[in-house]
T-cell receptor, first 112, second 111 residues
């Protein structure tokens, strides 16, 4: 039972580069979300999805894109990386809004 | 949109002492409330959740939280701290379709 799988675990990007953070879950959850974690700021919601084909913006969506073509996958795209996007990124999924969210192990991204 | 405020970014207690971590929420719809714990270099794990069944919620590792609608609070407590409780704790609220987290409280347990 893999749960929520994020890849890569670590990444260093140069300013202006683009990349995709991958997230996959095998629990048939409808709800999926991306968060970034910065010291003293907790987890801030970037984008979320309530099902395949449906996405919406969270608190800090600028500079990020998402799509949800399947129930299992929810990739996060950085269009043009900036140093301000240096952070730890977590993907999470849940069956419904009142249910426990399961988290991936995180991706530590550094933009230089 | 819903939001969470955690009072105190850092709490320090002695081993065996009471743990009290404070959380206040704001939500335009009846909320679901959660406490998560994060150990260093790991993801988040659920401690407990409130989903309107009972106002006093018991979780894992001896933690519990009480939902107080009149105070819009969901404080986390544990009667006796253990060294293994040292971690960062996050309160979260799920209102409409998304889950929002507080800034976190780092718990230190002194021997």
């Amino acid at each position: 039972n893999a749960g929520v799988t994020q890849t890569p675990k670590f990444q260093v990007l140069k300013t202006g580069q683009s990349m995709t953070l991958q997230c996959a879950q095998d629990m048939n959850h409808e709800y999926m979300s991306w968060y970034r974690q910065d010291p003293g700021m907790g987890l801030r919601l970037i984008h979320y999805s309530v099902g395949a084909g449906i996405t919406d913006q969270g608190e800090v969506p600028n500079g990020y894109n998402v799509s949800r073509s399947t129930t299992e996958d929810f990739p996060l795209r950085l269009l043009s990386a900036a140093p301000s996007q240096t952070s730890v990124y977590f993907c999470a999924s849940s069956y419904d809004r009142g249910d426990e969210a399961f988290f991936g192990q995180g991706t530590r991204l550094t933009v230089v | 949109a819903q939001s969470v405020t955690q009072l105190g970014s850092h709490v320090s207690v002695s081993e065996g002492a009471l743990v009290l971590l404070r959380c206040n929420y704001s939500s335009s719809v009846p909320p679901y409330l959660f406490w998560y714990v994060q150990y260093p270099n790991q993801g988040l794990q659920l401690l407990l959740k409130y989903t309107s069944a009972a106002t006093l919620v018991k979780g894992i590792n001896g933690f519990e939280a009480e939902f107080k609608k009149s105070e819009t609070s969901f404080h986390l407590t544990k009667p006796s701290a253990h060294m293994s409780d040292a971690a960062e704790y996050f309160c979260a609220v799920s209102g409409n379709n998304d889950m929002r987290f507080g800034a976190g409280t780092r718990l230190t347990v002194k021997p």
